[in-house]
């Protein structure tokens, strides 16, 4: 226990903490501010009558559709039938899968309103990502910098139990992370919040939007712990900060474009498969449609394949104990010099 | 009483791809005595950093046996750990940390008494620096920092390396009243690694020697310096031109070996200084100076680990001479 408090003070006391924690809310006080100054809270009279006027159009025009059984093969019109595409679609659904868009007033608004129920969520989920982001580069960077400076040594020479060294190091981490995490999330809401109830609309926070937000923030945050623990493995087995953000970053710019390109190369039935970010997006979403790299003569893509988050958090879950594991086994191991 | 710390038929070897392995350590054997200041003592690259990292848990062995109050290390390390107090090479700190909170870092995760980093800031002399960030700190008042953390636990065994280095002369002499008062008044026992030998020799009670990862000799430094001193006599005579006269005297007169230079002799080997003085007188040859040639540390060690310059030759690292003498102590 002294041990996990004395790593979780140094990491507290570290100038690097205090400039992220600085850096953090000031991203998130800038995010919010140009949010407020885009964001209208209500549409000008004006605004309202040319949507509904062009509104009025598009429907004029879907209903011409779903009155005429010959519209989409007329060639003024698409000059085919749209209807072979969607065989189990009746003409008027096909009318509205094609036709439907413009026929709300909103849609022709050159105003933006800021949807608190719609988007927030969503911006919170990349204020979490960033959140995790900075503990990983600063747990990254601690553990990095005990090497290149020689402290671990001194460290050990106090705590000869490595492993428990390890174990009160990752502890502080995901301490630290997770509270950093919770607390950019809070004050990302409240600001958001603000911002939507000031200039732009709340929405409809019912219990559905409260259970799917919360599980979505929910695995945002645990993807953001399983990256602390990311960058403390790979500062472990690096012994540097650079080696870790070099690793990481070498990886998210060019490593996952040459694999996702070798995917295509090899004719891979679905390459994006090959990309963390696929597996990422899963984790966050919930569940992820993936499209096979084969098309129809219609262009239609032939097969789909569904990644859940159980399926992405296993992947993900695997690629983190590979890391960690090989980080626990070259810190017991090898000597220290 | 058993010694504090025992090393016996200790060996590390260093694997490189494409090289030679190279034996850092090579059936190193070592014993420091309880309340003791023990000097540890070799030329560059000799292992006596790579002893004090094993004994110490840092770094995997091949073969051998360490004990540190009786327990074998490192497996037994986390139960002695805190009884010993260590700094194994130059110092390290977080350059942005104050030196007291970098002592008070330490003593929380060790659950020692906040009133303690006072105390061993005192006693090192950094008091009044204690609220600097180390980056603004001399190499000296590092040391002194390593060697307050070192003192935190009240250590019954203190392990230093090179603690003198970058002290001014009078924190030296602090240092080395610091040390022996731990260990003479407050019984503890203290291992010191070191170059400075002048300053091994009027700090330290014991020493051992190492070369090439290999113990040379270990005993009482002044056991050690008595068996190097005395055998070598210098002998001047007023006139120099009898030098070539004098030294057939004494080679026909005994089994000593003499070695003129161009204003003395040097005899080696006489069994007394008298024996010389009569030799001669008997011979018709009257000295105008006898004198015993006393040896300090540096010389003993230069002798022991064969590191002694020699004229358009360099000393390569953890390399010696290959003819190495050695007496007095208790040579291996």
Redesign the interface.
């Given at each position: 226990m002294?041990?996990f408090?004395?790593e979780l003070?140094?990491l507290l006391?570290?100038?690097l903490s205090l400039l992220f924690g600085i850096v953090a809310v000031s991203g998130l006080v800038l995010l919010s501010v140009v949010l407020w100054f885009n964001s209208e809270s209500e549409v000008s009279s004006a605004e309202q009558a040319y949507g509904e006027e062009q509104a009025a159009v598009y429907q004029a025009e879907l209903d011409r559709c779903k009155a005429d059984e010959g519209y989409f093969t007329d060639e003024r019109n698409w000059g085919y039938d749209v209807g072979e595409d969607y065989p189990e679609l009746s003409h008027a659904e096909v009318c509205d899968e094609m036709l439907s868009w413009g026929t709300d007033p909103s849609d022709h608004y050159m105003v933006y309103i800021f949807d608190f129920s719609a988007e927030g969520v969503w911006m919170l989920v990349g204020i979490a990502i960033v959140g995790g982001l900075l503990v990983m580069l600063l747990t990254a960077s601690a553990i990095g910098?005990e090497w290149s400076?020689?402290?671990m040594?001194?460290l050990?020479?106090?705590?000869?139990?490595r492993l428990r060294v390890w174990g009160a190091k990752l502890a502080a981490s995901l301490t630290l992370g997770a509270v950093a995490l919770v607390a950019m999330l809070l004050l990302g809401f409240g600001l958001l919040y603000l911002v939507a109830a000031t200039s732009g609309q709340v929405g409809e926070l019912d219990g559905r939007w409260w259970e799917e937000s919360l599980a979505i923030l929910g695995r945002t945050v645990v993807m953001g712990l399983g990256m602390t623990v990311l960058g403390a493995a790979l500062a472990m087995l690096g012994r540097h900060t650079a080696i870790a953000g070099g690793v990481i970053a070498g990886y998210l710019i060019i490593g996952d474009l040459l694999v996702r390109l070798a995917g295509f190369a090899f004719n891979v039935k679905y390459p994006d498969l090959f990309s963390l970010y696929t597996w990422v997006g899963a984790w966050i979403s919930g569940e992820m449609t993936l499209f096979a790299n084969v098309m129809s003569a219609n262009g239609e893509f032939e097969d789909q394949m569904i990644l859940t988050a159980t399926d992405a958090g296993l992947l993900l879950g695997a690629i983190l104990a590979l890391f960690a594991g090989l980080a626990t086994w070259s810190f017991a191991?090898r000597?220290?010099? | 009483m058993p010694p504090v710390i025992e090393i016996s038929g200790l060996r590390k070897t260093y694997q490189k791809l494409l090289r030679r392995p190279h034996n850092a350590l090579d059936g190193l054997d070592m014993e420091v005595a309880a309340g003791q200041v023990h000097g540890f003592l070799g030329p560059n690259g000799s292992g006596k950093t790579t002893t004090l990292r094993a004994l110490l848990g840092l770094i995997g062995t091949d073969a051998g046996v360490m004990r540190i109050f009786g327990e074998e290390v490192p497996g037994r390390l986390p139960h002695v750990i805190g009884r010993i107090g260590a700094v194994v090479e130059s110092p390290q700190f977080f350059k942005h940390f104050t030196g007291r909170l970098t002592l008070q870092l330490l003593a929380e995760s060790v659950g020692a008494p906040a009133t303690r980093v006072d105390e061993v800031l005192e006693q090192v002399g950094l008091r009044d620096q204690a609220g600097q960030s180390v980056k603004g700190y001399s190499l000296g008042m590092r040391q002194r920092l390593a060697v307050a953390q070192a003192l935190l636990k009240r250590p019954e065994l203190l392990i230093l390396d090179e603690p003198a280095n970058g002290l001014d002369p009078a924190g030296i002499h602090h240092m080395r009243e610091l040390l022996q008062w731990l260990a003479h008044d407050q019984g503890a026992t203290v291992l010191v690694s070191s170059h400075l030998l002048s300053e091994v020799q009027q700090l330290c009670d014991s020493m051992t020697i190492v070369s090439r990862g290999r113990r040379i000799v270990d005993g009482r430094v002044a056991d050690i310096l008595a068996g190097h001193s005395g055998s070598r006599l210098s002998v001047r005579f007023a006139d120099n031109g009898r030098l070539t006269e004098a030294v057939e005297a004494l080679v026909s007169a005994g089994d000593v070996s003499v070695e003129a230079e161009p204003d003395r002799l040097l005899v080696t080997g006489a069994p007394e200084a008298a024996w010389v003085t009569r030799t001669l007188a008997d011979a018709g040859l009257y000295l105008s100076e006898l004198t015993t040639e006393t040896k300090n540390l540096e010389s003993v060690f230069l002798e022991l680990t064969g590191t002694a310059p020699q004229a358009g030759r360099a000393v390569q690292v953890g390399h010696a001479a290959p003819e190495t003498t050695a007496a007095g102590g208790d040579q291996r």
């Open positions: 002294n041990l408090k004395t003070h140094r006391r570290r100038r910098a400076s020689g402290n040594a001194n050990l020479v106090w705590h000869p139990n191991k000597d220290v010099t | -």
